[in-house]
Structure formats: C-alpha cells, structure tokens
C-alpha cells in the first residue's frame, strides 16, 4: 500500500515539476535556422567544419536561440558565439531548420535517381540526374 502511495506521489510530483525538464521549442521570435539549446553537458567549438576544436563551453554558457548562419556538407552548424563565428556537431545541440531542407543527392542502387519506395522515399529528389539513369 506504502508503495503504491509513493509512486502516486513521485508521479504527482513529476506531473508538477515536468515545466522545469521538458523540453519545449523556444526560440518563437527568432525566424530562420536556429539552435535551441545545448543537448549535452559541454558543446565543443571548432574554427572550421573539419577544423580543430578551439574552445568547450558548459550547457548553461551556450548561448539559446543563436541563429545558425552556415552549413557545411558533413552537417556541422556555425553558430556565432560571443561574437565570434564557430561550428558545432549537431548532434551536441537542438536546432531547428526552416523552410525546405537541401536534397540528399547519393548515387542509388543501379545508378537511377528514380525509386521512391520504402525507406529511400524522398531519396534522389531535387538531384540532377544521373548519366547513367534510365
């Protein structure tokens, strides 16, 4: 009985306290591609997409709603930071993009940029075709 109570209680509890630990899309005034917040403890800065990590900064020091002014075809995003213009590995933050996302141009199975089915549905479009597509 004791602990069907205290599991009732740490939910109410969760219930009350969710507004402090969810994760909510911020950032509503900032239109354009924007990092959210950090996702992990530290973010690293690095000087150029495969360039060399130049700084670390804690989660709480990195800076919300930073708009996101460039990205480089490994996926790394720059952010400007104190000023400064730096690139981070997305997957150390939340962002959000806006509007319609680049083409994911790959060279497909027996050279067509053609099949839209299953998992690879969206793959190809956009892309300029192939020499040796049918």
Known sequence: MKL??????????????????????????????????????????????????????EQAKFPACAP??????????????????YWVPPYMVRYRFSGKLPAVCRNLAMGSNEQKVGSTRGLGEGCPKAAGAH
């Open 4 to 57: 069907g109570f205290g599991i009732c209680v740490g939910v109410a509890l969760l219930a009350v306290s969710s507004p402090a630990f969810a994760v909510t899309e911020e950032c509503t005034s900032s239109t354009g591609d924007v990092v959210l917040q950090a996702r992990t403890p530290e973010v690293d800065l690095f000087d150029a997409p495969s360039g060399k990590k130049v700084m670390t900064l």
């Open 68 to 85: 996101i002014t460039g990205r480089a075809p490994n996926f790394m995003l720059q952010v400007s930071v104190n000023g400064g213009k």
